[in-house]
């Protein structure tokens, strides 16, 4: 005869069958991997793979459990002390581009980083298709990397992914944060390979190349980004094949995240600065800019500034008696 006992072992083992058998998925497919003192099954839990740790019975994605096994490999690995995000920062948004739109960022400013080469986002030599500058279509506030549509995009440091989504113009585009508040974003992705607030080491899988957004042929587009201003990619990292960055403190002037001081067409000579003293002097001696109103002329314009027509020819690439457009901007020092 059954006790109120019996009936109670009876209920837990056809709760803890139910949960093994629609949970857990089928126990061939299940596979043990030991990691050090600690043992994690594989499991499939509501159509998605988890790592289920043999000891706490605790359930974590496959991004953590790939997180743990590359910091035992030796993997860098981000220092979330230092980077800004979760709940109470305003700037940590999971479904805005740049969460710092109408922030201001006086220059220059400083960004530093922990380490002192970099992995390239790209398998492969490094192929760029069009750099950070002017050019027809408008200001490019990145680096355009040749790929082939599916080639793997990767982190180029430890971070935290901050964005997964589609964008605008950019299409399928993953944003990592990394220390400092410094965030790199990989454009025009086939695929996702993360979720936003994954820790991720550097080199990992964030997706997979493609041509999708305002896109012409498949290749990565690659920003570098501080509190939401764009950076010169190459200003930061060195494309040359040694994959480092190119100082443990970058002093950035406006000529170093303004595109109209470049031309997307040709390399830019890359100086960096490492001293506040010498990014204040720099940012004096940069070419001045003036942006063309409704109704002047290069004359008007040339007055204005105590400059002879001569003068402004030399220092801008255009013809003489050109049209000049509304919003124009025009090198006047």
């Not at 289920?52 to 030796?74: D, L, P, W």
Request: with cysteine; aromatic share 12%; net charge positive.
């Amino acid at each position: 005869m059954f006790t109120d006992k019996h009936l109670k072992i009876f209920f837990n083992l056809c709760i803890a069958l139910l949960i093994n058998g629609f949970a857990y998925g089928q126990a061939e497919d299940s596979l043990f991997v030991s990691k050090g003192a600690v043992s994690f099954k594989k499991v499939m839990l509501d159509g998605k793979l988890f790592y289920r740790n043999e000891k706490t019975k605790e359930f974590i994605s496959q991004s953590a459990y790939n997180y743990i096994s590359e910091a035992r490999n030796g993997k860098t690995l981000p220092d979330t002390n230092r980077i800004v995000h979760g709940q109470g920062d305003d700037y940590w948004q999971n479904d805005r581009v740049n969460p710092y739109r109408g922030a201001v960022l006086p220059t220059p400013y400083k960004i530093a980083f922990d380490q002192t080469t970099f992995t390239h986002p790209v398998d492969g030599d490094i192929v760029i298709t069009s750099r950070f500058g002017r050019r027809r279509r408008g200001p490019h506030r990145g680096l355009d990397l040749d790929l082939v549509t599916g080639d793997t995009v990767r982190s180029v440091l430890p971070g935290i992914v901050r964005f997964v989504g589609y964008s605008r113009g950019h299409g399928k585009t993953v944003i990592v944060r990394h220390a400092n508040e410094v965030e790199t974003l990989y454009a025009h992705l086939s695929d996702y390979a993360v979720e936003p607030n994954d820790l991720i080491y550097e080199g990992q899988l964030l997706g997979f190349g493609g041509n999708t957004g305002n896109s012409r042929g498949s290749h990565l587009h690659l920003e570098v980004r501080y509190k939401g201003v764009c950076i010169h990619p190459q200003y930061v990292f060195n494309f040359d094949g040694s994959q480092a960055i190119r100082g443990s403190e970058l002093w950035v002037t406006n000529e170093w995240k303004t595109p109209r001081f470049h031309s997307s067409y040709r390399t830019s000579k890359v100086t960096p600065i490492f001293t506040e003293t010498d990014a204040i002097a720099a940012q004096k001696a940069e070419p001045r800019y003036h942006r063309v109103r409704k109704g002047e002329t290069l004359s008007h314009i040339a007055g204005r500034y105590q400059l002879r027509l001569k003068e402004i020819y030399q220092l801008n690439p255009i013809p003489k008696n050109a049209i000049l457009n509304i919003g124009q901007a025009i090198q006047v020092r």
